[in-house]
């Protein structure tokens, strides 16, 4: 096996015995990089430079025995995290040149652990998007199958990680985005409780949903990199001052005696019959592992998407307000006067999908509207979030499908926006909820297209989730497939 096909804790037991050291990590990284990434683009922009730098740091430090919660390990970042000095786009026109001043919180965080950063991968505009399709700079394609997509907003982080052009990654998940692409591209995705990671430095879409979370190969991996975001950050209003476990100590407990939640609105017409197939063997997996499986309802389910497509773009457009080609970004050198400049900077600025939602949001929140709609949603969400409170008082963990198919053919879904906002039909309830969700893979279809599970639980509750995950995973004795990156 080559080092980039390795996990987090499978490399640090080489780095500790001196087995390998993080140059040769991340030489052979970046070996993969130049090797796939001219079909897979994965990244907006490499950190080749700065990476080798890092990661010679961090050998002299585990010669030091100063070693960190990542020392040495190469992790890639969605675009969307500010890097201090580094082209932070949102997969935008208007930020293609924007240089942020500071570091991301989640990235201080990071760099403070040891890791060496490979890169800013690639995303749907302003994380708008279910494909990574809606990119400025083009699309990202799915390593298991290059005709596909990886899933989205954040598909160049997972698909990055899937074709071992990184360790691990970070993405944000506002509906979905870190769940749905890591479903799609077979590995491990984590949206946080709603105030467990900051968001400070995070590019805001919608700011009442907006979670980061890791993409990781495995369970284990997801436990040590939630232990270095996790916690309260002071610069961050909704960050929460809730004590942050240790995360390993999740793993491998078992679920004996546990109750799992399954909602009978989440196996429903149009769902994939593959995919239901190996999410209903979930179902078994986790009986032998000692749990038992009842039935639970989720009422308000219809209306997620809805509430969602009220709340998001009201959120996101008074949050891309600030885009106006005057202090940073894209402007457009052809207005004639101010207002021309700002209209025609965000004209050219955005994209297609990113003025709809502008649009939307604007319409939601207008006199007249707001009540009807804004209002509306938000009362609707609090009945969503109630439909949770009311299911975890009879269940440990809820588990469902985590995307209603496999991955789907690049340009199949971009002409219809609909259809693309159907792919988050199973992962918007939870951040309308606030609560935390992972998505584990658990097989492949026919033609190797992987599939995810999802498993929700309360607030706060991240550790329950590593517990189950890890109990499944173990279980559940997966293929260690890897994607092959090629077959245009
Ligand atoms: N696909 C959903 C959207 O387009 C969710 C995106 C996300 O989680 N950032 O808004």
């Excluded at 955005?350 to 709609?373: H, P």
């Excluded at 792919?423 to 309830?429: A, N, R, V």
Aim: proline residues 5%; aromatic residues 8%; contains cysteine.
């Amino acid at each position: 096996m080559e080092l980039y096909e390795l996990t987090i804790h499978e490399l640090q037991d080489k780095l500790r015995t001196g087995e390998t050291s993080s140059a040769e990590i991340t030489a052979s990284v970046f070996g993969r990089i130049d090797a796939v990434e001219k079909d897979v683009h994965a990244y907006i922009t490499l950190m080749r430079e700065t990476a080798l730098a890092e990661a010679t740091r961090a050998d002299e430090a585990i010669r030091k025995g100063e070693i960190g919660a990542l020392t040495g390990i190469p992790i890639a970042l969605k675009d969307i995290c500010c890097t201090k000095g580094v082209r932070t786009t949102c997969g935008s026109r208007i930020l293609h040149n924007f240089i942020p001043p500071y570091d991301a919180t989640v990235v201080e965080k990071l760099r403070a652990a040891g890791a060496v950063l490979t890169g800013k991968t690639n995303m749907d505009e302003f994380a708008m998007g279910s494909s990574t399709e809606s990119s400025f700079f083009g699309a990202t394609r799915n390593p298991w199958d290059l005709t596909r997509i990886p899933g989205g907003s954040s598909g160049g982080s997972s698909a990055a990680l899937a074709a071992g052009e990184c360790i691990a990654s970070l993405g944000s998940d506002t509906g979905g985005s870190i769940r749905q692409p890591a479903a799609l591209c077979g590995v491990v995705g984590l949206k946080p409780t709603y105030g467990r990671v900051s968001r400070f430095g995070l590019i805001a879409f919608a700011s009442s949903l907006d979670q980061i979370g890791p993409f990781t190969k495995d369970v284990e991996d997801c436990a040590i990199l939630m232990n270095v975001i996790a916690g309260y950050d002071p610069r961050e209003s909704t960050s929460v001052p809730e004590e942050v476990p240790d995360y390993r100590q999740f793993l491998g407990r078992g679920i004996e005696g546990w109750t799992v939640g399954i909602p009978k609105e989440y196996f429903i017409d149009g769902i994939d019959p593959e995919v239901e197939a190996a999410v209903r063997e979930t179902i078994k997996v986790v009986e032998k592992a000692g749990a038992k499986c009842i039935e639970v309802s989720l009422p308000h389910t219809e209306y997620c998407l809805a509430v969602y497509y009220i709340v998001a773009p009201a959120e996101a457009c008074s949050n891309l307000a600030r885009y106006d080609g005057v202090k940073y970004g894209f402007r457009s050198e052809e207005g004639r006067d101010l207002m021309e400049m700002y209209k025609k900077s965000r004209a050219s600025g955005f994209g297609a999908e990113v003025k709809r939602r502008i649009m939307i949001g604007t319409y939601a929140l207008s006199s007249g509207y707001y009540d009807a709609y804004y209002k509306k949603a938000s009362q609707v969400r609090a009945l969503i979030k109630r439909d949770f409170d009311e299911a975890f008082a009879k269940c440990d963990v809820i588990l469902t499908p985590t995307t209603p198919t496999p991955a789907f053919r690049i340009g199949e879904k971009t002409g219809d926006p609909m259809q693309m906002y159907l792919s988050d039909i199973f992962t918007i309830s939870t951040n309308l909820a606030g609560i935390p969700g992972i998505s584990v893979p658990c097989g492949f279809t026919a033609a190797g297209l992987p599939i995810g599970v999802q498993f929700l639980a309360g607030h706060f509750q991240e550790g329950r989730l590593i517990q189950f995950a890890s109990a499944y995973e173990k279980e559940a004795h997966l293929e260690k497939r890897r994607p092959r990156c090629h077959g245009i």
